[in-house]
């Protein structure tokens, strides 16, 4: 059982742009995928929706929203960021702050001043920073993570690594370094849509073993990643998946205990 699905989405592609959606690869995720839609194939009892656009605006409908925690987005370099944060947590159940990395055309976008400043001022409000970075941006994530110690970080995806390729160095290597790092958790997510579709679960478990061998259970947490997950999957394989890596006795922790502590939902 899912106690706390700790990423997935919500949107409607009618009311606002995603830029990233670029193709016609995307065409099965775009609509109007809410919480009603959301709630029929993933069977959790709370759950941590996490932004997808750089526009302030989404993150205050989503705090509206009655689900367990928002990881939403502002202006890291904004010079009233402390202040954006501070209002955006009056609006509504902000539990963390995310921004596209992963997108920028600098793979040390982390580790500018006033990103970092932006990420201090995150955790200062008592929030999490989640880490969207593919392995262009992993050293900048390793970087940033290392030099404020006092942030807690969440690596999205587990660093999407490439799984259809085949690829493990250097991104085993890497996840060994983040997981030596006490102030960073992992989310065992995004893994199928980075083994493409036609994936088998042998494709994927060695790498959701690794992960979850490198920062144990109390700081890794499930997350279905729907609706972004059917492009290669059902949320019920997801889920099979996860249950297939995850010993019994870590499942408290995975599927709920580790989200429900670190975005201190509730």
């Keep these: 059982m899912i106690s706390v699905d700790a990423h997935h989405h919500l949107w409607d592609t009618a009311v606002r742009d995603y830029s990233w959606m670029d193709g016609p690869w995307a065409d099965p995720i775009r609509g109007r995928f809410d919480l009603a839609r959301y709630a029929e194939p993933v069977p959790a009892r709370e759950s941590v929706v996490v932004q997808a656009v750089t526009d302030e605006s989404e993150t205050r409908e989503l705090l509206t929203a009655p689900v367990g925690g928002v990881v939403g987005w ?8 402390a202040e954006r944060l501070a209002e955006l947590k009056g609006a509504g159940p902000l539990v ?41 941006q992993a050293a900048a994530a390793l970087d940033v993570a290392r030099r404020l110690p006092e942030v807690s970080f969440v690596l999205d995806h587990a660093g999407k690594p490439d799984i259809a390729h085949g690829v493990w160095e250097p991104w085993a290597g890497w996840i060994t370094e983040l997981a030596a790092l006490p102030n960073v958790t992992v989310k065992l997510s995004g893994l199928v849509t980075e083994a493409g579709p036609d994936w088998r679960p042998a494709d994927i478990v060695p790498y959701a073993r690794h992960v979850l061998a490198a920062f144990g259970p109390s700081r890794t947490m499930y997350g279905s990643d729907w609706p972004v997950c059917t ?24 599927m709920g205990g580790t989200a429900r502590r670190v975005y201190r939902l509730g």
């Design 96 to 136: 963390g702050i995310r921004h596209l990395a992963q997108d920028e055309p600098d793979p040390g976008w982390l580790t500018r001043p006033p990103v970092m400043r932006g990420i201090a001022a995150v955790g200062a409000a008592g929030l999490v920073y989640d880490l969207l970075v593919r392995p262009p």
């Design 231 to 254: 492009l290669a999957a059902t949320p019920a394989q997801v889920t099979a998946l996860a249950e297939e890596v995850i010993p019994a006795d870590a499942a408290a922790e995975v």
């Design 74 to 81: 502002t202006d890291l370099t904004a010079p009233d960021v």
